[in-house]
């Protein structure tokens, strides 16, 4: 009897370490953040309201990645590209953008009311076979927060919000403001939409993060790198001059060890833009903290 007894306990005992192992590693996963770049473009036309709507009934996507460009008349739109890409775009008359014709098109030269004329949904895109053809324009970036809050409040989901400055030393005035100005008119707006604290704002260019970092501390940044020095994170870090939120390389170059020296210095690691299932579960397996991809369909259990 007294035999029968331990064996229960110690069936009891296992039972409920069993539960928390299970419960620590469902944890683990749910934190994970899981982001839909450019809306998930893999499947519909990139930065667009119709793939950031979508994106959001997927429960395993927590994130909206984007990009943004200026216009003219200084409304803050949703764009990879600050000059219409040729491979997306169809002008007003329905003929595509010659390569001749590229610099014609740049947003910051143009007003919201001429660019919203463009089509970025119809023409097919040769990289992503899967994505679903639809009319769409550039949005501002108000629209599309607007639709996506609207969306949140009706399924009762908050999302979080990774908004790339898109800009390049050399290009201030031409193809963008200046990285005073340009940091200025994305933090009003997200300010003015009240998602301060559910954004982060990501760049390539160490200067508009270092402008967030001294006037908008409280900001999340997110400092994207790319190449195979992304590895050297220290290096890459004394470059831009102070500790950003998240680190954010290029996939492929990102090592167990840096994953290491980035949790050490009290940094998240979001690599972009991982494509494949083999390689979302790798990165997992590393102990990342996020990733991007066009595929969001891909995120599963």
């Known amino acids: 009897m007294k035999l029968n007894i331990v064996i229960l306990v110690f ?52 994130t909206l990645e984007m990009d943004l460009a200026i216009t003219k008349d200084k409304q803050v739109v949703v764009s990879h590209d600050p000059i219409l890409n040729p491979i997306i775009t169809t002008k007003p008359d329905g003929t595509f953008i010659n390569a001749s014709e590229v610099n014609e098109n740049i947003i910051y030269q143009m007003e919201y009311a001429l660019l919203q004329k463009f089509d970025v949904g119809l023409k097919m895109h040769p990289g992503f076979p899967q994505q679903k053809k639809i009319a769409v324009a550039i949005p501002t970036l108000s629209d599309l927060i607007d639709s996506v809050e609207l969306k949140g409040e009706r399924i009762g ?21 200046a990285p005073n100005e340009f940091v200025d008119l994305v933090v009003n707006m997200i300010k003015l939409k009240n998602i301060t604290n559910r954004t982060s704002i990501q760049s390539f260019d160490l200067r508009p993060l270092q402008v967030l970092h001294q006037k908008y501390p409280n900001i999340q940044t997110a400092y994207l790198v790319e190449g195979k020095e992304t590895g050297d994170v220290r290096l890459k870090i004394e470059q831009l001059g102070f500790t950003p939120s998240i680190y954010s390389p290029e996939y492929k170059y990102t090592t ?23 390689a979302i579960d790798a990165l997992m397996a590393l102990g990342v903290d996020g990733l991007i991809t066009d595929y969001p369909n891909l995120l599963k259990d």
């Open 256 to 278: 167990k060890e840096t994953v290491a020296y980035c949790h050490a210095h009290h940094m998240k690691i979001i690599p972009w833009t991982v494509n494949t299932k083999t």
């Open 11 to 62: 069936l009891f005992i296992g039972v409920i370490a069993g539960c928390s192992t299970t419960k620590h590693t469902m944890s683990k996963t749910n934190n994970i953040d899981f982001q839909a770049h450019r809306g998930g473009r893999g499947l519909l036309p990139e930065n667009t309201i119709v793939a950031m709507t979508t994106a959001m009934d997927n429960e395993k996507v927590t």
């Open 157 to 177: 989901r908050k999302m979080l919000y990774n908004i790339e400055i898109k800009s390049v030393a050399g290009k201030d005035g031409i193809e963008h403001p």
